[in-house]
Antibody, heavy 119, light 111 residues
Framework: QVQLVQSGAEVKKPGASVKVSCKAS????????ISWVRQAPGQGLEWMGW????????NYAQKLQGRVTMTTDTSTSTAYMELRSLRSDDTAVYYC????????????WGQGTLVTVSS | QSVLTQPPSVSAAPGQKVTISCSGS????????VSWYQQLPGTAPKLLIY???KRPSGIPDRFSGSKSGTSATLGITGLQTGDEADYYC????????????FGGGTKLTVL
C-alpha cells in the first residue's frame, strides 16, 4: 500500500531554516512527483510546489521563490522540502502528497509535520 | 484570500443531501480538472473526487462531483455524522504564475 511518512515536528527561531523529509513506499518512486502543501493554524491549504522524482524538475509557488528548495533522493525514495529565512507566518503543518504530474490530483498524503517558528 | 471561492460552512441533517460550490476562473477551473479533498479533524486531507467527477477506489458513491464552466460542485447524499469535516476543492492554475490552487475550505456540520 502507498505510504508517505514524514519527519517529526520542528521548532525554529525566526531567520532559521527547516528541512522536512517524506519517505515513500508501496510504489515506484520515480514514476510520480511530490507536491508540498502547508496549512497554517485554523487556515486552508496552500500549495508550495512540486518536484518530479523522475528528473528533479521543480515548480515552486511564486510567493516562496528564493526561500524554498525541494529535492529527492531516489536511493531512499525520500523527498525533502527546505524552507529558509523562516518567519512567524511560516508556522504551519507541512504535508507532502504524491502527484503524478503537476496538474494531476494529490492522491496520497503524508501525515503532516508541524513547524513552529517562534523566538 | 484563496484563488477558488467556497462557502465557509454548510450544514444538514443526517440522511439529507448537501452541495458545496467552488468558483474560479478560466485560468483554473475553466480549463483544468477539479479535485475535492476531505479533511477530518486532526488528520491529513484525503482525495475524494478527481477529474471533476471520478471517485478513487474505496470512496462511496454517496460522494459525487460535477463541473460547469468556471464552477464545480461536490455533492454528498445520505449524510452521516462521520462526514463532518472540512472539504477543499483544488485544481491547477494555468496563468503566468502557474501552480496548484485550493479553495478556502468548507466546514460541513451534520446536525
Amino acid at each position: 500500500q502507498v505510504q508517505l511518512v514524514q519527519s517529526g515536528a520542528e521548532v525554529k527561531k525566526p531567520g532559521a531554516s527547516v528541512k522536512v523529509s517524506c519517505k515513500a513506499s508501496g510504489y515506484t518512486f520515480t514514476s510520480y512527483g511530490i507536491s508540498w502543501v502547508r496549512q497554517a493554524p485554523g487556515q486552508g491549504l496552500e500549495w508550495m510546489g512540486w518536484i518530479s522524482a523522475y528528473n528533479g524538475n521543480t515548480n515552486y509557488a511564486q510567493k516562496l521563490q528564493g526561500r524554498v528548495t525541494m529535492t529527492t533522493d531516489t536511493s531512499t525514495s525520500t523527498a525533502y522540502m527546505e524552507l529558509r529565512s523562516l518567519r512567524s507566518d511560516d508556522t504551519a503543518v507541512y504535508y507532502c502528497a504524491r502527484q503524478k504530474l503537476e496538474y494531476h490530483p494529490l492522491d496520497y498524503w503524508g501525515q503532516g509535520t508541524l513547524v513552529t517558528v517562534s523566538s | 484570500q484563496s484563488v477558488l471561492t467556497q462557502p465557509p460552512s454548510v450544514s444538514a441533517a443526517p440522511g439529507q443531501k448537501v452541495t458545496i460550490s467552488c468558483s474560479g476562473s478560466s485560468s483554473n477551473i475553466g480549463n483544468n480538472y477539479v479535485s475535492w479533498y476531505q479533511q477530518l479533524p486532526g488528520t491529513a486531507p484525503k482525495l475524494l473526487i478527481y477529474e471533476n467527477n471520478k471517485r478513487p477506489s474505496g470512496i462511496p458513491d454517496r460522494f459525487s462531483g460535477s463541473k460547469s464552466g468556471t464552477s464545480a460542485t461536490l455533492g454528498i447524499t445520505g449524510l452521516q455524522t462521520g462526514d463532518e469535516a472540512d472539504y477543499y476543492c483544488g485544481t491547477w492554475d494555468s496563468s503566468l504564475s502557474a501552480g496548484g490552487v485550493f479553495g478556502g475550505g468548507t466546514k460541513l456540520t451534520v446536525l
